[in-house]
């Protein structure tokens, strides 16, 4: 297993970043001189080029990261939807996926280390079996899969040795790193997702407060038809270390070649979840991606990872539930009364009421219109234009707007679960089953009935 050491200081980050920084900033110059005397075709080609090097110049780069800038890459690996031609996608995705779960390693010794001293104790006083090959790496730290004392499976997730100090250099780089993704993905707001993992970061540090988030979805979900969040060993969760029920299952990658009524279902349960704890519970994961769930034997879903966490106060549901519905029922009036009201519409003046419903339904319409509908990645890229990307028809609009913290985490993890649900080609009326949340509608699909009756609902 190699020895990949976490390069902790800033001078030595910001050297591997800033070379690419300069690398793609003369590269687009040059495609930019040189367009002036290119036809259309040539012009598409240069800049497919560029995109191309771009992308597999950053996968290089942040694949030998630990912190943020690994995180930015996982951001990456599951939002490529179409940011690269057709033709060379598979490859691409092929390599996003390596950087996803094959993450560089750290020796067993050292990670060994970071158990025995969160927990004061000898691994073999606390662990009948310890599989010393990681079964999975994040963007902080690494996953083994163990057999406890008493017999029970489990899954141990371990922070890497000094990956704060990597983090906290990555903060300082933050900027740069993210205004590089945005050469090849416009549709990134460089400041908003700053603004979001500098506030989020230390939660994701702290593994009793992600075992804290985990243990709630834990409780909600115990006993649910469809739904399986792992339990979490309290006793033996530290801030560097996280005990939790293993699970094993199907992993996305497979899952995306199975039949169509197969991916349809995996793409319902997809958005039930993270969609059902946001507008059901007020708390939700904030980071749907295809590592974060599989498939068990039994056909239920198992779902991982939270340390991004968010819990939204009531009235922040409720308002998302009203602008939701406002968008359905074409209440121009409404929408702009409550975005003016959140200071979404800092000067409404400069909005026509139409025209932001029209951008509202080009970025929703996959819930919000009463249409079956195929998401697939082309979709979801041009829904990723209409919400935030310079070649947006509405991106006039779009730099007048001033999105709340909590709306921002919202959409994050609306469009996030949109791209890992396009990634299987599902199909479904997901409007209907939204309807569940902001109408309290009777639900419309066998999952839907079978969900109602767990939580005690009329089932139609």
């Known amino acids: 297993m190699p020895n990949d050491k976490i390069p902790t200081s800033r001078v030595a980050r910001t050297a591997k970043i800033g070379g690419l920084a300069a690398g793609q900033a003369i590269r687009q110059a040059g495609t930019h001189a040189a367009n002036i005397a290119r ?18 110049q950053i996968v290089e780069a942040l694949g030998t990261m630990k912190g943020a800038a690994m995180k930015v890459g996982q951001v990456m690996s599951f939002l490529d939807v179409g940011l690269v031609p057709e033709e060379y996608r598979e490859e691409f995705q092929h390599k996003l996926a390596a950087l996803r779960d094959a993450a560089p390693t750290v020796t067993f010794k050292d990670m060994r280390s970071v158990i025995e001293q969160e927990l004061g104790e000898r691994l073999k006083d606390v662990f009948e079996e310890f599989d010393t090959e990681p079964i999975a790496a994040a963007s902080i730290g690494q996953v083994y899969r163990a057999r406890l004392l008493d017999g029970r499976e489990v899954a141990v997730k371990v922070q890497y040795p000094g990956v704060a100090a990597a983090v906290r250099a990555d903060m300082q780089n933050l900027g740069l790193i993210l205004r590089v ?20 970061i230390g939660e994701e540090l702290d593994y009793e407060l992600e075992a804290q988030n985990q243990r709630a979805l834990a409780r909600i979900y115990r006993g649910h038809p469809f739904i399986v969040i792992p ?43 993270y969609f059902g704890c946001l507008y059901r519970h007020g708390q939700f994961s904030g980071d749907p991606h295809p590592g974060n769930s599989m ?57 026509n009421p139409d025209r932001v419903l029209a951008h509202f339904r080009a970025a929703t319409s996959w819930y919000t219109c009463d249409r079956e509908v195929t998401l697939t990645p082309e979709y979801a890229t041009q829904v990723m234009i209409d919400m935030s990307d310079p ?17 921002i985490f919202g959409r994050r993890m609306e469009v996030l679960t949109l791209a890992v649900i396009a990634q299987l080609h599902a199909t479904g009326n997901f409007h209907r089953i939204a309807r569940e949340w902001f109408y309290e509608d009777p639900p419309a699909t066998e999952l839907g009935r079978e969900e109602a009756a767990f939580y005690g609902q009329p089932v139609g």
């Open 295 to 351: 498939l068990l034997d039994d056909g239920r879903m198992a779902f991982l990872d939270f340390g991004l966490f968010k819990r939204m106060p009531q009235g922040a549901v409720q308002l998302e539930i009203e602008v939701a519905r406002a968008i359905i029922e074409g209440d121009t009036d409404k929408i702009m009364r409550l975005g003016t009201e959140v200071g979404f519409f800092s000067d409404p003046d400069k909005f």
């Open 39 to 56: 036809s259309d075709e040539g012009k598409s080609a240069a800049l497919e080029r560029r995109h191309i090097e771009a992308a597999e």
């Open 231 to 273: 339990d979490v060993m309290t006793s033996l969760s530290r801030e560097r270390l996280m005990v939790s029920e293993y699970v094993h299952g199907t992993g996305f990658e497979e899952l995306k070649h199975r039949d169509q009524a197969a991916r349809n279902r995996i793409g319902e349960i997809i958005f039930r979840f």
């Open 181 to 200: 993704a945005k050469r090849i993905a416009p549709g990134l707001d460089p400041k908003a997702i700053g603004e979001e993992i500098r506030s989020r």
């Open 391 to 407: 070649r947006s028809e509405y991106f006039g609009y779009l730099r007048h707007e001033s999105a709340p913290p909590d709306h």
